[in-house]
């Protein structure tokens, strides 16, 4: 009850110092996946910005549970723990946000703030008002919809990495404000070093000890039914790692990357030497390393095709996937790789890979691929949000 009191309290002076201070120029708020570490297209934007502007106006609003890390990690970042009440008077008074998912509804805007939605990463599943039926504890499909739309409405500003996903957030959103149509600034970094052969080898050195040999990277989407109960999460590994290994050259590595909350439960004992989980390394640079992706159903597959490298694809539950879960925008066989639909087929196409260095006959669908979902990465787009955060400022 009282909890529920101090809440409220804390909604009503938040909203009402949102609505009669003015905000305070300069100031940029910035988060990541509601207060995780800083990370994607925020973090991009900021590494841009620091370049041209006072740092000590840049700010990141981190959940307290992550603020012992962060600081840890990001030592010379201002760090500011959500929901205390420097956040607020922040948050309330910022001339700029910058942040790559949803804030709460009930948190106002100040009107001369300026939202700046990064969102984060090229639609494959169905979102927002496209989602047919959504089943989350403690709303109605109806009410999610509604509360999704009245979000983006706030948006200044939305990034599309691509047209495709332009019109589906324009259609899934009810987005009517600012696209900005510059490719996603945490894609830079790929863009600009997919030919950096030095920097690739430090990389190799740094994450597997090595710069000899091919690293095939796995990277599944999230799954419901690695929940088992509250609190309590468990990775299904889709193939046997002995069956894997065999297929691989004797220098090669399988890299396992995993959704956070099911890192710890995976066990490569007595792979050790051949097989590694990631799960702190930033995902850019587990891709300038890996020679193959493979996945499902996960949106690395976009970011993973600036490289216009080898991809596989593994949905060993596509019929329950599709079936059960919110559906697909892009007709799935038209991904730039061949589909193994089960375990065996997996095994053939990497034997295939190792001895041929590539999957041959599936050019044409790559071409498409990348021209559809990568022709605006052009490796500028955190220094065109500077500018435009320069600009604005300076009016």
């Known amino acids: 009850m009282i909890k529920r009191i101090i809440s409220k309290v804390y909604k009503i002076i938040f909203n009402i110092t949102a609505t009669i201070f003015p905000v305070r120029k300069d100031v940029v708020l910035f988060e990541s996946f509601n207060g995780k570490l800083p990370s994607d297209n925020p973090y991009a934007i900021y590494q841009e910005l620091v370049k041209q502007t006072d740092k000590a106006n840049l700010y990141w609003g981190i959940k307290k549970v992550h603020i012992k890390e962060a600081k840890q990690q990001f030592p010379d970042l201002n760090l500011v723990p959500r929901f205390s009440v420097k956040w607020l008077w922040l948050t309330t008074r910022a001339n700029f946000w910058v942040f790559n998912s949803r804030m709460p509804n009930w948190l106002k805007k100040n009107k001369g703030t300026i939202y700046i939605q990064t969102w984060h990463g090229t639609p494959l599943k169905k979102l927002g008002a496209d989602i047919q039926d959504v089943a989350m504890p403690g709303t109605s499909t109806e009410q999610y919809k509604n509360n999704f739309i009245l979000e983006a409405s706030r948006w200044d500003y939305l990034i599309a990495p691509n047209e495709y996903s332009e019109k589906i957030f324009k259609q899934a959103f009810q987005f009517q404000n600012n696209i900005l149509e510059i490719g996603y600034p945490r894609n830079d970094e790929l863009v600009n070093n997919k030919n950096n052969q030095k920097l690739q080898d430090g990389l190799k050195e740094k994450i597997i000890g090595k710069k000899n040999g091919r690293v095939i990277l796995y990277a599944p989407t999230w799954r419901d039914d690695y929940f088992i109960k509250k609190g309590s999460y468990k990775f299904y590994m889709p193939f046997s790692l002995e069956k894997m290994v065999k297929c691989l050259g004797q220098d090669d590595t399988l890299i396992i990357r995993p959704h956070y909350l099911v890192g710890d439960s995976i066990d490569i004992k007595g792979y050790e030497d051949r097989v590694k989980v990631c799960m702190d390394e930033a995902i850019n640079d587990l891709y300038l390393i890996s020679d193959l992706l493979i996945t499902d159903y996960s949106s690395v597959m976009f970011d993973f095709a600036i490289l216009q490298r080898p991809m596989?694809?593994?949905?060993?539950?596509?019929?329950?996937?599709?079936?059960?879960?919110?559906?697909?925008?892009?007709?799935?066989?038209?991904?730039?790789?061949?589909?193994?639909?089960?375990?065996?087929?997996?095994?053939?196409?990497?034997?295939?890979?190792?001895?041929?260095?590539?999957?041959?006959?599936?050019?044409?669908?790559?071409?498409?691929?990348?021209?559809l979902f990568c022709s605006w990465e052009s490796g500028e787009a955190s220094q065109k949000i500077t500018n435009l955060i320069v600009e604005r400022e300076s009016n």
């Open 312 to 371: 596989l694809f593994y949905p060993y539950d596509m019929a329950h996937y599709k079936e059960k879960l919110r559906g697909f925008y892009l007709d799935y066989n038209e991904v730039p790789g061949p589909i193994a639909e089960d375990e065996e087929k997996l095994y053939e196409f990497i034997r295939n890979f190792v001895s041929q260095g590539q999957f041959s006959g599936y050019d044409r669908k790559k071409e498409r691929f990348e021209q």
